[in-house]
């Protein structure tokens, strides 16, 4: 890729730009003394630029080795800070430090090329050699979650919903029976409830009906009958009125290897699941309230809607609070879900460079000559996402600045 504001930025000097950066740096490092709670924050934001650091070197990596010539590899966007040059590659910082790229000559037809370079274009590069240089940015993220998690994992385990109440409705009818905060539940109707998801399937025939509750307290086993009431209107499961501690379950060494993979599942899940109820009829007509509605005043939780930048560095902080085990857990989880987005098959997205490679290979194949495509055609293809994730970027970014700066 190119920088987007190298050519905005050509009047301003490096010694300038040097001056802005400086007092960026200067100014996080005030933030970080002056209220030491700021420390996770700025943790979280260098870990997300060294992430996307660490997935731009994947393609350049891939690219040097593939034979390609690569430019540029800089830190920032904008103007010039410093740089150096080694070979025919030139590194450096710029004064915008967020996030960076790497320069590969001739990633489309449409890129001019000295024709001396032409041969170590990546238009030129053989189909094996383009999908490993796309995709290895991606490839960089997947292992690097992994890597989050596990040590997570294997450090501190996994928080989850466990059997003992962390809260009990007022009025429920687990409430009227006597239930209160800090009871495990043992059993329901004599099915033992082992996990937090146990109860749900226990309960879901039970509504309206009398069933025996098995629970312990301060060690001691105590049985209640109690008759659970429909869910909602238009749900008919049991309801007891009861909700979860979380607690955190610990793993070997050796059972954090598998349980690492089912991390990353559940949280490649969730993030399918979440686009596809955003992008979906009633998700966009949910996301839109959010403008329309008041914030809710003295909370900082966030709707259930995509955050920005500013959304997971300020929820970040405070799920952090300090717990080294909880940020590499969420920086696993930011690496994993930048691998996802870079996946979908779009251009300018990485997946998007993928299915080009693909579809020519097929093509190629199919018709016995080398097809190529015209990257003109797919242009406003490109043109509507960046104004999808513009729109989406800017929206965010509005929602959550308003939540902490409104308290909402």
Do not use: C
């Amino acid at each position: 890729m190119k920088d987007p504001l190298e050519e905005a930025s050509r009047e301003v000097t490096r010694k300038g730009a040097g001056f802005s950066l400086l007092l960026v740096v200067i100014g996080l490092v005030i933030l970080g003394i002056a209220r030491p709670s700021t420390a996770d924050t700025l943790l979280i934001i260098f870990g997300i630029v060294a992430l996307i650091m660490l997935h731009e070197a994947g393609h350049y990596v891939a690219a040097k080795r593939a034979g390609m010539k690569v430019t540029e590899f800089f830190l920032g966007f904008g103007p010039r800070v410093w740089s150096f040059r080694r070979g025919e590659t030139e590194y450096g910082v710029k004064a915008l430090p967020a996030g960076g790229y790497v320069r590969i000559v001739g990633m489309s037809n449409l890129e001019e090329v000295d024709p001396d370079d032409e041969p170590r274009t990546y238009r030129r590069g053989k189909f094996g050699r383009r999908l490993w240089v796309v995709l290895a940015g991606v490839t960089v993220n997947i292992v690097l979650a992994y890597l989050l998690f596990y040590v997570a994992i294997a450090g501190q385990g996994v928080v989850g919903p466990s059997t003992t109440l962390r809260s009990v409705v007022s009025g429920s009818p687990a409430a009227e029976a006597g239930l209160r905060p800090g009871d495990r539940i043992i059993a329901i109707e004599g099915q033992p409830i082992a996990d937090w998801s146990d109860l749900p399937t226990a309960l879901e025939d039970r509504a309206g009906e009398a069933t025996s509750v098995v629970y312990e307290r301060d060690g001691v086993q105590h049985e209640r009958t109690i008759t659970p009431v429909e869910r909602s209107r238009t749900d008919s499961t049991g309801f007891l009125g009861v909700g979860p501690r979380t607690e955190y379950q610990r793993y070997s060494l050796t059972g954090a290897v598998g349980e690492s993979f089912v991390v990353m599942w559940d949280t490649a899940r969730g993030t399918g699941e979440g686009l596809g109820r955003l992008f979906s009829p009633a998700g966009l007509r949910d996301y839109s309230e959010n403008f329309t509605d008041a914030p809710r005043e003295g909370t900082r939780e966030a709707e259930d809607r995509p955050v920005s930048i500013i959304g997971i560095v300020d929820l970040g902080g405070d799920l952090v609070d300090g717990n080294v085990w909880t940020l590499l857990a969420l920086l696993g989880a930011i690496n994993l879900i930048v691998a996802l987005f870079n996946l979908i098959p779009l251009p300018p997205f990485d997946g998007g460079h993928a299915a080009v490679a693909i579809y020519e290979q097929i093509a190629s194949k199919v018709q016995r000559r080398e097809v190529r495509v015209d990257y003109a055609k797919l242009m406003p293809v490109a043109a509507l996402v960046m104004i999808v994730l513009l729109a989406l970027g800017l929206s965010t970014m509005f929602l959550d600045l308003r939540r902490v700066f409104g308290g909402g």
